[in-house]
């Protein structure tokens, strides 16, 4: 009876419940499930501006008119992917229809909304909003590049240390909020892990597949690519990057991403040569199915399980890049980001803990999680896989 | 094995020039190019001075040319068989011995050879402290977490090596140096650099010299590498400890070794002499792909300890838009990765005799 | 059947293995007294070299008379020795100890006229010497190799009559022919020296006139003529002159330094950057009236900022300056205060910060060649907020590129201060005014105001100060958009003149020549004119100013032509900066001069009293 139960259960259902069996693993993806929280929702968890105030009679809701496009963007992909975990389709339907709708959404603001260009975080502590009939604040008062210059210098003040402004965390070199910028912080975490790991998926599994299905002198030239791209510490790279084209956020993703992708693509090689003496795959091709259909369609779902290990490590090792280059002095400049932070607590004379445990404490979490989960995936797909995969994060 | 070296040492060949081709064309690429601007500091010199400079710096190193006739220029010149050029800069013949020449670096005006040369040693022994060390404590907690399988160590080391695996190793250093290297809290070693300048006058050995004890030049060294490698190290072994407990596991159950113990053996026996040996070869796998992780590692490292290896190099070199030494530094790096695999794989045949190459 | 490894294989394996080590060890530790022993060796040479002139010299008589000399008029300290021999005199003096202190980047070399770094001439100032000095106290120039001189009646010619017992540190002794060569050696193209050669240009010869007399002869009068001369250092002909025929060899050279004063290097042509540290040690064969109380004087290199401090709290290195905020913080830290010294002052050569407004860029004048978009500019930068926020009040506010305590500097100049409603108001005679209601201002072709600001990307307090700046900005309806950059990509925009705006720091001098930045023939070409300024009223002014040599009818020129830059505004004048030190406690006999902190200043006045002495040696 057990024996015929287990069999019905999908491959993939088979994993996740292995998969969630530990303890380790629902931590992790309980913390990494309050990091999206906190990343959706940043602009309304920490920020100036009341959320809702009454004004004379008007009802007004400040903190919609300085979402910036990010803002909104992030918002409706949260929205889309909430609606299409709830429907049944396929999974490549729903991803098509996730990665169709969060681009129309990307044109859309872009083409659309116009929010203020400067922000004066001042007037927010000026009786135009504080004088009203009654607001409702957001929980963190502090929006995270709001240095409170009203204020003067707040630099690096300890959590609590000023009675009459509330600072969990306390502030940081230039007087911001820091709760507010860790939160603020979590969605560049989030986004360049995985981000940066979906582009090295994307690459990995495309070579990889070619590579795989073709050999020959395909597989040569592909492999020889791939030990370029093994060779070139990938840091230094990196380095060499932003060092020579300057800082962004999107091309620090882009980066991490191209230059992570040869242990994906190692992986789906090697599966794919196995499963091109298959005789489904053999049967796909004498029946004339187009490339791309027998690639991602019939050999790709067989290979796919594992992949799930290396794009946990890869996000963990996305996540200590960034925070490696910041701590470099070669990060974001005004953005809120962890490693920033960090790079704060060594910057000054004085050791300043808080500078040091909560951003380092959060990137150590976050990475800490991910390679849980990773574990995890790990023991419950194949014990022996741990051979290979992990190590060349 | 013999062509099947050859055929390894002629493979890296596209793999090193890809390796710099990409990075070169990132420098070419990038919004302020390749230029012998940052040779010429400006301040205080009059214009004529400063084009003369300029001009002088374009053509010793050919940085007026076009990007591609750059590449090949710093190949033929990096190559050690290539064309030779005269005085003038014109290329008069082909020779097959006229040496490497690795060109000057911009930013230090120095031979870039004489410089890798100062700086490689120290990276090199920085990670040949903290190989050893790597694998001495994965194997120990390895295979004891595998004999131990479910049991409390077994779950604690699990636990605690994936958590040191996940520390950055920057809040690991700047912790390690504010704890244990300053006066307010415990100044048992040293904040910066490998030795200090006391030890040039000390004798190599620990010595009594008139009844007072001299650390010599040796101690001094490892009293100052300490943090360093504790640093480069710590995550390596935590990733390797796990790979050691599983591995080891996985031949613990097998029939050899169900085997041995009926022959009666010594339970240490059959761990070490007969799994131990059999679980050695993922390990070797993984050597091969700890050196390029070491070398990002002391990156970071070298920058928090003021140590002056490859890592801070590389960030000067980077920093400095340094066009020769970045792209020696590259290959350089690309090379050594490639050599740790090589030397991988031929560990691999000594550990195991059924591999074999040919 | 495979041979297989026992345990007692391993074994001896492993003690063969220590054995080799062993082995290598001790023999390297061998080589290691030899090279001890060759070093002592070079050093009993020298010293046995020193006897034998010694005594020839008694021999002939020489000796015998300068000593009766030297009794006969007691008072054998010259004047520039004055305050190092008071020092001598003062009651825990000792000599001995060692200066240490750390150098937050590489040295590329040391070799005078190829470095260029700050670092670099730090080190040089205790190896080579010059013909005059200035006295701390009154800032009159004091004689140092040269015992007098005389300015001809046009400013034409300077005469000096030079000591005639100076010697470099390899025992040769330093004469006016050197001088002459000095100035040869750096005139000579095949050199690098471009930076010395554009200041020198100004000098027609440099001829001896007899062994000890050297006169200067200048093609236009210059209002510096006296610095210039009596300030270049002195190269050993016989060293340096054979690097005439290998000028590559001297372009390239790393350590070739060796001069008159109380330091040297222990092997002067032997020093390469890989040494990481640099080290000097005491000349013991210096002229001087007063011997230098070092042994040694070390700088160590490190990068890390809290491993500086880090170290200078472990009493390893002997000073730290520290930024303002550091500052303040580490005055209220016990232990600090325990082991320190600290000073707070305003040297009166500290160097100006400002915000340079480029005025063209690609042919074009930008939005900033208006003045009156440059006024409300520094009308919406708040300096004293500034001042106080970022700076903790460590720094005063400038107006000009002449310092507020400079005859140049005109008092009744006041700096722009904050108004915002000024700004606006000027802004909008310009025309620029919120036209699509996004809080940025727009000019009349619907242009947004918005402009990136460059600054140096490895300076903390910089940073802190541009983001100030730029929610300032954005108060009126200005957007600034921070743009960090690395060194050498600064120069580079700088030289292409590739930026909106730009905030970096001159230094000045006791008289500050404005010439390089603000003389419109500097921005033609290459020069430091870097922001296209032009103004032919006051090119005329600096001009006539340059060529004045007579002090009180140069001054007035100097404050009119403040007067003009103070209405031109090219650059937002920001502040001049504290220097914040903390100095170990053992180190002696520091004082306030108006040179600044008198630790560095040569003759040496510092010193370690015997009971504190670290570093024996």
Same mark, same amino acid.
Not at chain 1, 317 to 329: M, Y
């Given at each position: 009876?057990?024996?015929?139960?287990?069999?019905?259960?999908?491959?993939?259902?088979?994993?996740?419940? &292995?998969?969630?069996?530990?303890?380790?693993?629902?931590?992790?993806?309980?913390?990494?499930?309050?990091?999206?929280?906190?990343?959706?929702?940043?602009?309304?968890?920490?920020?100036?501006?009341?959320?809702?105030?009454?004004?004379?009679?008007?009802?007004?809701?400040?903190?919609?008119?300085?979402?910036?496009?990010?803002?909104?963007?992030?918002?409706?992909?949260?929205?889309?992917?909430?609606?299409?975990?709830?429907?049944?389709?396929?999974?490549? &339907?729903?991803?098509?229809?996730?990665?169709?709708?969060?681009?129309?959404?990307?044109?859309?603001?872009?083409?659309?909304?116009?929010?203020?260009?400067?922000?004066?975080?001042?007037?927010?502590?000026?009786?135009?909003? $504080?004088?009203?009939?009654?607001?409702?604040?957001?929980?963190?008062?502090?929006?995270?590049?709001?240095?409170?210059?009203?204020?003067?210098?707040?630099?690096?003040?300890?959590?609590?240390?000023?009675?009459?402004?509330?600072?969990?965390?306390?502030?940081?070199?230039?007087?911001?909020?820091?709760?507010?910028?860790?939160?603020?912080?979590?969605?560049?975490?989030?986004?360049?892990?995985?981000?940066?790991?979906?582009?090295?998926?994307?690459?990995?599994?495309?070579?990889?597949?070619?590579?795989?299905?073709?050999?020959?002198?395909?597989?040569?030239?592909?492999?020889?690519?791939?030990?370029?791209?093994?060779?070139?510490?990938?840091?230094?790279?990196?380095?060499?990057?932003?060092?020579?084209?300057?800082?962004?956020?999107?091309?620090?993703?882009?980066?991490?991403?191209?230059?992570?992708?040869?242990?994906?693509?190692?992986?789906?090689?090697?599966?794919?040569?196995?499963?091109?003496?298959?005789?489904?795959?053999?049967?796909?091709?004498?029946?004339?199915?187009?490339?791309?259909?027998?690639?991602?369609?019939?050999?790709?779902?067989?290979?796919?399980?594992?992949?799930?290990?290396?794009?946990?490590?890869?996000?963990?090792?996305?996540?200590?890049?960034?925070?490696?280059?910041?701590?470099?002095?070669?990060?974001?400049?005004?953005?809120?980001?962890?490693?920033?932070?960090?790079?704060?607590?060594?910057?000054?004379?004085?050791?300043?803990?808080?500078?040091?445990?909560?951003?380092?404490?959060?990137?150590?979490? $976050?990475?800490?999680?991910?390679?849980?989960?990773?574990?995890?995936?790990?023991?419950?797909?194949?014990?022996?896989?741990?051979?290979?995969?992990?190590?060349?994060? | 094995?013999?062509?099947?070296?050859?055929?390894?040492?002629?493979?890296?060949?596209?793999?090193?020039?890809?390796?710099?081709?990409?990075?070169?064309?990132?420098?070419?690429?990038?919004?302020?190019?390749?230029?012998?601007?940052?040779?010429?500091?400006?301040?205080?010199?009059?214009?004529?001075?400063?084009?003369?400079?300029?001009?002088?710096?374009?053509?010793?190193?050919?940085?007026?040319?076009?990007?591609? @006739?750059?590449?090949?220029?710093?190949?033929?010149?990096?190559?050690?068989?290539?064309?030779?050029?005269?005085?003038?800069?014109?290329?008069?013949? %082909?020779?097959?011995?006229?040496?490497?020449?690795?060109?000057?670096?911009?930013?230090?005006?120095?031979?870039?050879?004489? =410089?890798?040369?100062?700086?490689?040693?120290?990276?090199?022994?920085?990670?040949?402290?903290?190989?050893?060390?790597?694998?001495?404590?994965? =194997?120990?907690?390895?295979?004891?977490?595998?004999?131990?399988? /479910?049991?409390?160590?077994?779950?604690?080391?699990?636990?605690?090596?994936?958590?040191?695996?996940?520390?950055?190793?920057?809040?690991? /250093?700047?912790?390690?140096? /504010?704890?244990?290297?300053?006066?307010?809290? %415990?100044?048992?070693?040293?904040?910066?650099?490998?030795?200090?300048?006391?030890?040039?006058?000390?004798?190599?050995?620990?010595?009594?010299?008139?009844?007072?004890?001299?650390? /010599?030049?040796?101690?001094?060294?490892?009293?100052?590498?300490?943090?360093?490698?504790?640093?480069?190290?710590?995550?390596?072994?935590?990733?390797?400890?796990?790979?050691?407990?599983?591995?080891?596991?996985?031949?613990?159950?097998?029939?050899?070794?169900?085997?041995?113990?009926?022959?009666?053996?010594?339970?240490?026996?059959?761990?070490?002499?007969?799994?131990?040996?059999?679980?050695?070869?993922?390990?070797?796998?993984?050597?091969?792909?700890?050196?390029?992780?070491?070398?990002?590692?002391?990156? @970071?490292?070298?920058? @928090?300890?003021?140590?002056?290896?490859?890592?801070?190099?590389?960030?000067?070199?980077?920093?400095?838009?340094?066009?020769?030494?970045?792209?020696?530094?590259?290959?350089?790096?690309?090379?050594?990765?490639?050599?740790?695999?090589? =030397?991988?794989?031929?560990?691999?045949?000594?550990?195991?005799?059924?591999?074999?190459?040919? | 059947?495979?041979?297989?490894?026992?345990?007692?294989?391993?074994?001896?394996?492993?003690?063969?293995?220590?054995?080799?080590?062993?082995?290598?060890?001790?023999?390297?530790?061998?080589?290691?007294?030899?090279?001890?022993?060759?070093?002592?060796?070079?050093?009993?040479?020298?010293?046995?070299?020193?006897?034998?002139?010694?005594?020839?010299?008694?021999?002939?008589?020489?000796?015998?008379?300068?000593?009766?000399?030297?009794?006969?008029?007691?008072?054998?300290?010259?004047?520039?020795?004055?305050?190092?021999?008071?020092?001598?005199?003062?009651?825990?003096?000792?000599?001995?100890?060692?200066?240490?202190?750390?150098?937050?980047?590489?040295?590329?070399?040391?070799?005078?006229?190829?470095?260029?770094?700050?670092?670099?001439?730090?080190?040089?100032?205790?190896?080579?010497?010059?013909?005059?000095?200035?006295?701390?106290?009154?800032?009159?120039?004091?004689?140092?190799?040269?015992?007098?001189?005389?300015?001809?009646?046009?400013?034409?010619?300077?005469?000096?009559?030079?000591?005639?017992?100076?010697?470099?540190?390899?025992?040769?002794?330093?004469?006016?022919?050197?001088?002459?060569?000095?100035?040869?050696?750096?005139?000579?193209?095949?050199?690098?020296?471009?930076?010395?050669?554009?200041?020198?240009?100004?000098?027609?010869?440099?001829?001896?006139?007899?062994?000890?007399?050297?006169?200067?002869?200048?093609?236009?009068?210059?209002?510096?003529?006296?610095?210039?001369?009596?300030?270049?250092?002195?190269?050993?002909?016989?060293?340096?002159?054979?690097?005439?025929?290998?000028?590559?060899?001297?372009?390239?050279?790393?350590?070739?330094?060796?001069?008159?004063?109380?330091?040297?290097?222990?092997?002067?042509?032997?020093?390469?950057?890989?040494?990481?540290?640099?080290?000097?040690?005491?000349?013991?064969?210096?002229?001087?009236?007063?011997?230098?109380?070092?042994?040694?004087?070390?700088?160590?290199?490190?990068?890390?900022?809290?491993?500086?401090?880090?170290?200078?709290?472990?009493?390893?290195?002997?000073?730290?300056?520290?930024?303002?905020?550091?500052?303040?913080?580490?005055?209220?830290?016990?232990?600090?205060?325990?082991?320190?010294?600290?000073?707070?002052?305003?040297?009166?050569?500290?160097?100006?910060?400002?915000?340079?407004?480029?005025?063209?860029?690609?042919?074009?004048?930008?939005?900033?060649?208006?003045?009156?978009?440059?006024?409300?500019?520094?009308?919406?930068?708040?300096?004293?907020?500034?001042?106080?926020?970022?700076?903790?009040?460590?720094?005063?506010?400038?107006?000009?590129?002449?310092?507020?305590?400079?005859?140049?500097?005109?008092?009744?100049?006041?700096?722009?201060?904050?108004?915002?409603?000024?700004?606006?108001?000027?802004?909008?005679?310009?025309?620029?005014?919120?036209?699509?209601?996004?809080?940025?201002?727009?000019?009349?072709?619907?242009?947004?105001?918005?402009?990136?600001?460059?600054?140096?990307?490895?300076?903390?307090?910089?940073?802190?100060?541009?983001?100030?700046?730029?929610?300032?900005?954005?108060?009126?309806?200005?957007?600034?958009?921070?743009?960090?950059?690395?060194?050498?990509?600064?120069?580079?925009?700088?030289?292409?003149?590739?930026?909106?705006?730009?905030?970096?720091?001159?230094?000045?001098?006791?008289?500050?020549?404005?010439?390089?930045?603000?003389?419109?023939?500097?921005?033609?070409?290459?020069?430091?004119?870097?922001?296209?300024?032009?103004?032919?009223?006051?090119?005329?002014?600096?001009?006539?100013?340059?060529?004045?040599?007579?002090?009180?009818?140069?001054?007035?020129?100097?404050?009119?032509?403040?007067?003009?830059?103070?209405?031109?505004?090219?650059?937002?004048?920001?502040?001049?900066?504290?220097?914040?030190?903390?100095?170990?406690?053992?180190?002696?006999?520091?004082?306030?001069?108006?040179?600044?902190?008198?630790?560095?200043?040569?003759?040496?006045?510092?010193?370690?009293?015997?009971?504190?002495?670290?570093?024996?040696?």
């Amino acid at each position: 009876m057990t024996k015929h139960e287990v069999s019905r259960e999908s491959f993939s259902r088979r994993i996740w419940r &292995k998969t969630w069996q530990g303890w380790g693993v629902k931590l992790g993806f309980a913390w990494i499930a309050v990091l999206i929280f906190a990343g959706v929702f940043a602009p309304f968890l920490a920020n100036s501006m009341p959320l809702l105030m009454s004004k004379d009679g008007v009802i007004s809701a400040p903190v919609l008119d300085y979402l910036t496009k990010e803002d909104v963007v992030v918002l409706v992909m949260f929205a889309l992917l909430v609606i299409l975990a709830g429907v049944s389709w396929s999974v490549g &339907k729903r991803l098509l229809i996730f990665v169709v709708g969060a681009l129309l959404a990307t044109l859309l603001v872009n083409a659309l909304l116009k929010p203020p260009s400067v922000v004066i975080y001042d007037q927010f502590r000026s009786t135009v909003y $504080t004088e009203v009939d009654w607001r409702v604040m957001p929980p963190i008062t502090y929006a995270p590049q709001d240095y409170l210059r009203d204020f003067g210098d707040t630099g690096l003040e300890a959590p609590l240390e000023a009675s009459d402004r509330t600072h969990w965390m306390g502030t940081e070199e230039n007087g911001a909020d820091v709760l507010s910028r860790m939160i603020h912080a979590s969605r560049i975490a989030l986004s360049i892990g995985l981000i940066a790991t979906g582009i090295a998926l994307v690459i990995g599994v495309i070579l990889g597949g070619l590579m795989g299905y073709f050999s020959g002198v395909v597989d040569m030239l592909g492999m020889r690519l791939v030990e370029i791209f093994e060779s070139i510490p990938t840091l230094f790279l990196l380095l060499t990057f932003v060092a020579f084209f300057g800082r962004s956020l999107y091309m620090m993703m882009i980066i991490i991403g191209v230059t992570s992708w040869s242990g994906y693509a190692r992986y789906i090689r090697a599966e794919f040569l196995k499963l091109r003496q298959q005789d489904y795959v053999q049967a796909a091709v004498a029946g004339g199915l187009p490339l791309s259909s027998i690639l991602f369609r019939h050999m790709l779902p067989n290979g796919v399980a594992p992949l799930l290990v290396g794009v946990s490590f890869g996000v963990a090792s996305a996540i200590l890049a960034e925070a490696t280059l910041s701590f470099l002095g070669l990060g974001l400049v005004d953005a809120p980001s962890w490693g920033q932070m960090l790079n704060q607590a060594v910057k000054s004379s004085m050791f300043n803990w808080w500078m040091a445990v909560f951003p380092g404490g959060a990137i150590f979490l $976050t990475v800490f999680a991910y390679n849980l989960i990773g574990e995890a995936f790990r023991d419950a797909i194949d014990p022996k896989l741990s051979r290979n995969a992990g190590v060349n994060g | 094995m013999l062509t099947y070296l050859l055929r390894r040492v002629l493979l890296m060949i596209p793999t090193l020039l890809g390796i710099t081709l990409v990075v070169f064309s990132v420098m070419v690429l990038s919004p302020g190019g390749i230029s012998a601007q940052t040779l010429v500091e400006g301040s205080d010199m009059k214009p004529q001075e400063k084009q003369a400079l300029m001009a002088y710096y374009n053509q010793r190193y050919g940085l007026d040319q076009p990007a591609p @006739i750059q590449y090949l220029r710093w190949l033929n010149n990096v190559s050690p068989i290539g064309f030779t050029q005269d005085a003038e800069g014109d290329y008069n013949g %082909f020779s097959f011995t006229k040496g490497m020449d690795l060109g000057m670096s911009f930013m230090y005006g120095r031979p870039v050879r004489e =410089i890798l040369a100062e700086r490689i040693p120290i990276t090199l022994l920085l990670n040949a402290v903290t190989i050893p060390l790597i694998y001495l404590i994965a =194997i120990i907690v390895g295979v004891k977490a595998a004999q131990d399988r /479910g049991g409390r160590f077994d779950v604690f080391s699990n636990v605690s090596m994936l958590a040191l695996w996940s520390v950055p190793t920057m809040l690991a /250093g700047v912790l390690l140096l /504010g704890f244990f290297a300053s006066v307010q809290h %415990f100044q048992w070693f040293p904040t910066a650099g490998i030795s200090s300048r006391a030890a040039q006058d000390m004798p190599f050995l620990p010595h009594l010299l008139n009844g007072e004890f001299v650390p /010599g030049f040796l101690l001094d060294r490892v009293w100052h590498l300490v943090l360093p490698v504790i640093c480069l190290s710590y995550a390596g072994f935590a990733g390797l400890a796990k790979l050691t407990r599983t591995s080891v596991l996985e031949n613990l159950h097998a029939d050899y070794a169900r085997t041995a113990r009926a022959k009666g053996l010594a339970e240490p026996d059959v761990l070490w002499r007969h799994v131990f040996r059999n679980s050695l070869l993922p390990l070797i796998t993984v050597s091969a792909g700890l050196l390029p992780s070491l070398l990002a590692g002391s990156l @970071i490292v070298e920058n @928090i300890f003021s140590i002056n290896g490859m890592g801070q190099l590389a960030v000067e070199a980077v920093k400095g838009r340094d066009r020769e030494l970045v792209l020696s530094i590259t290959w350089i790096s690309g090379f050594l990765t490639l050599i740790g695999y090589l =030397i991988a794989d031929f560990c691999y045949t000594l550990a195991d005799p059924r591999v074999s190459y040919d | 059947m495979q041979k297989r490894l026992t345990t007692k294989d391993w074994i001896l394996y492993a003690l063969i293995a220590v054995l080799i080590t062993l082995l290598l060890l001790v023999m390297y530790q061998i080589d290691r007294q030899w090279l001890r022993l060759t070093e002592m060796q070079t050093a009993l040479q020298a010293q046995a070299k020193d006897m034998r002139d010694l005594r020839s010299a008694v021999s002939s008589g020489t000796l015998a008379r300068t000593d009766n000399a030297a009794t006969a008029t007691t008072p054998a300290v010259a004047a520039a020795f004055n305050r190092a021999h008071a020092m001598t005199q003062q009651a825990g003096y000792a000599q001995g100890d060692w200066s240490v202190n750390a150098f937050g980047n590489n040295l590329k070399t040391l070799t005078p006229l190829v470095s260029s770094d700050a670092y670099a001439s730090d080190v040089q100032s205790y190896v080579l010497e010059s013909l005059i000095t200035r006295n701390p106290d009154t800032l009159a120039w004091e004689g140092l190799i040269a015992k007098s001189w005389q300015v001809s009646a046009d400013g034409l010619t300077i005469t000096f009559q030079m000591r005639d017992d100076v010697t470099f540190s390899d025992g040769k002794p330093l004469t006016a022919d050197d001088v002459a060569f000095t100035f040869d050696f750096i005139m000579t193209e095949a050199i690098q020296a471009p930076r010395d050669r554009a200041y020198l240009e100004k000098i027609a010869s440099v001829k001896a006139n007899g062994k000890y007399e050297v006169v200067f002869t200048y093609k236009e009068p210059y209002f510096e003529a006296l610095s210039l001369a009596g300030g270049m250092s002195i190269f050993p002909q016989h060293f340096y002159e054979p690097y005439l025929k290998t000028p590559q060899a001297f372009n390239e050279s790393k350590g070739l330094l060796l001069g008159s004063g109380p330091f040297q290097m222990p092997d002067p042509k032997g020093w390469t950057p890989d040494k990481g540290n640099v080290e000097l040690v005491r000349n013991e064969r210096y002229w001087g009236d007063v011997q230098p109380s070092y042994n040694r004087i070390l700088w160590k290199i490190i990068q890390n900022d809290s491993a500086r401090l880090t170290t200078y709290r472990n009493g390893e290195i002997d000073a730290y300056g520290a930024r303002p905020k550091e500052y303040a913080d580490l005055k209220q830290d016990p232990q600090m205060m325990d082991k320190s010294q600290h000073f707070e002052y305003m040297p009166p050569v500290a160097g100006y910060s400002y915000i340079g407004w480029n005025q063209e860029r690609g042919g074009k004048p930008t939005r900033f060649a208006d003045k009156r978009v440059r006024q409300a500019m520094s009308h919406l930068t708040d300096v004293q907020r500034v001042i106080k926020d970022v700076f903790l009040d460590y720094a005063e506010p400038a107006v000009s590129p002449f310092s507020n305590t400079s005859k140049q500097h005109d008092p009744a100049l006041q700096p722009y201060a904050f108004n915002l409603e000024k700004a606006q108001a000027l802004l909008k005679e310009v025309g620029y005014e919120d036209r699509n209601k996004d809080g940025v201002l727009e000019d009349a072709a619907g242009q947004p105001f918005e402009f990136k600001l460059t600054y140096f990307d490895a300076n903390e307090d910089t940073k802190r100060m541009v983001l100030l700046l730029k929610d300032l900005y954005a108060k009126a309806g200005v957007k600034m958009i921070p743009f960090p950059q690395e060194w050498p990509v600064m120069l580079e925009s700088l030289n292409k003149k590739d930026f909106d705006a730009i905030t970096l720091g001159w230094t000045s001098g006791i008289e500050t020549d404005i010439y390089q930045m603000f003389h419109s023939s500097q921005a033609k070409t290459d020069g430091d004119n870097t922001i296209s300024y032009k103004n032919p009223e006051l090119d005329k002014l600096i001009d006539q100013a340059r060529a004045t040599v007579d002090e009180a009818t140069r001054m007035p020129l100097w404050q009119q032509a403040e007067r003009i830059m103070y209405d031109d505004q090219p650059y937002t004048f920001l502040m001049r900066r504290k220097t914040l030190a903390f100095i170990d406690k053992r180190i002696h006999n520091l004082q306030m001069t108006k040179l600044g902190l008198n630790r560095g200043l040569l003759p040496l006045e510092n010193y370690v009293p015997a009971a504190q002495q670290k570093y024996q040696q």
